[in-house]
């Protein structure tokens, strides 16, 4: 149950969550080190732990046109962006731009979204994104591309998903807004439950938050190693 990543502030904040959602009486243990939850972060080296790689594209769009140098952790993002254009060329018929063969084999980008839907979280990840941005994926694509750098030490921004990130650490970390509500409109924890075991009341189902979601959000808020910001879901 100890730490030495953090220090007391986030290794309590830690222990709430795994209390609150999970009834665990064992508290997370810090080191005797400065660290802080913070309302805003602002720092050279900042790292963003989403859940979605939508949220990724859109942060990471943002922050080039804030003039940052910008990385992905765990693989090159070249070959992630290569991806979402390829999707976005399918998207608009420009089939003849496509360069990668998988994407090149659909007949359309419907019949992409179909195959997707059922076999390939993460090629529909990439259509969801293409659909919300629509024509504006190549600009904000090149953006990212111009924006971005190879050595994960030159970023001012590093982006990971919650997946990627298990076991990794970072000193300033931002907890993206894309993770599961854990509360009520009260303000009142959601009970934990599985869509194979959800949680009734007076026999009829109820709003909850599934485990694996609270799991997912005490990995991305235990990276940090100094500062952490949780931002509110979206």
Known sequence: TRSFRFGK???????????TFFGETRPVLGLDKPDAIV???NADELTYVCRTNATIFEQGAFAAQQGQKIALA???????LEEILDTYYLYAGQVSKIRDKRIA????????L???SLIDPELESKAQIVMKHGNRVPTM???IQNASVVMVEEADVLLTTC????????????VAGDFADLFDNTGTPLPVGTSADPPTQNGKPIRFV???????IYVAMTRSMANLMIRSPD
Not at 210 to 216: A, F, Q, R, T
């Open 9 to 19: 502030n986030i290794a309590q904040a830690a222990s709430t969550v795994l209390k």
């Open 39 to 41: 309302p805003n972060l």
């Open 74 to 80: 765990a693989r090159r993002f070249e070959q992630f």
């Open 105 to 112: 084999r659909f007949r359309d980008f419907k019949t992409l």
């Open 114 to 116: 179909e195959f997707a």
């Open 141 to 143: 694509v090149r953006d």
């Open 163 to 174: 997946h990627k990130a298990k076991g990794m650490e970072w000193e300033n970390v931002v």
């Open 210 to 216: 599934e485990k694996d979601e609270v799991n997912l």
